[in-house]
């Protein structure tokens, strides 16, 4: 299910009332997705008309089409309809991923309507706070998650080599650094490449990638440009410092 990117999740009332609407796109505005789920009534129902009342299968696949959105379609025993709107993938979404999906929202509704205050043939849109925070937990893609701890759990990275800078530049690996150069580059233009774009991801890999310039940068001083040689003289200097005794110096 890592594929999915689930754009908006509407339930519908038997009556073809809209019961709830949420949207998790930022790209189209809730007005669209108000006329999919309207659209997509009419479509259950040729579906379901057509399947004859005997039809066992509640998950009626790919509705339809639109733009850059695929529209899914179920409906419960009781005629209520759940309609599911993703993002087209470049990967083919598997049925058995969609029915999973589908089943999670109709575990959230089963809750829902197992309230006893809850008016199982009303009109009203739910607004039951437990119920939202269920329905966002279901919409919410896996790939949100990664999009965010991913780049936290690399900030150890350039937090490593900001420690190691005040370190003796003979532990210094060149091979070591220029790798990571490459490696923070790669997903440096990674993270402004993938739609959307992860800035967090990309701060995290253009502060390794500094850290680790100037810790090339040390190891090039250090070894090619007299650093090694300044240190040793100045060992020399601080060590003819330490052995003049105290008599002498007046």
């Known amino acids: 299910m890592n594929n999915i990117k689930i754009q908006c999740i509407a ?5 073809n009332n809209p019961l709830y609407i949420k949207n998790f796109s930022a790209s189209h505005p809730d007005l669209k997705y108000h006329y999919i789920a309207h659209t997509s009534c009419d479509v259950i129902d040729e579906r379901v008309g057509a399947a004859g009342p005997e039809a066992a299968d509640t998950y009626l696949g ?15 025993n ?6 599911v709107v993703l993002s087209v993938p470049d990967a083919v979404i ?15 509704y089963i809750n829902q309507v197992c309230n006893p205050f809850y008016n199982l043939d009303g009109r009203k849109s739910i607004v039951s706070k437990r119920f939202v925070a269920a329905i966002d937990a279901v919409g919410k893609s896996p790939a949100d998650d990664v999009h ?18 005040k370190k003796d530049p003979e532990i210094i690996s060149p091979k070591m650094t220029t790798a990571m150069i490459i490696y923070s580059a790669t997903f440096m233009r990674f993270a402004v ?7 967090l991801l990309f701060a995290c890999h253009f502060t390794n990638e500094i850290a680790q310039i100037f810790q090339g940068y040390r190891y090039i001083e250090y070894y090619h440009f007299g650093g090694k040689e300044r240190k040793l003289k100045q060992l020399e200097e ?13």
Request: proline share 5%; aromatic share 10%; no cysteine.
């Open 148 to 165: 965010f701890w991913g780049p936290v759990a690399n900030w150890g990275l350039p937090l490593a080599a900001i420690a190691d800078s």
């Open 78 to 83: 009781t005629r209520v309809k759940f309609v």
């Open 11 to 15: 339930i519908i009332g038997k009556q």
């Open 193 to 199: 490449m993938v739609k959307p774009s992860n800035s």
């Open 62 to 76: 790919l509705l339809y089409a639109m733009e850059d959105l695929a529209v899914y379609g179920y409906i419960t």
């Open 238 to 250: 601080s060590k003819k410092a330490s052995s003049v005794p105290s008599s002498a110096v007046i």
């Open 94 to 108: 598997k049925n058995t991923d969609m029915k999973n999906l589908f089943r999670k929202i109709h575990t959230v």
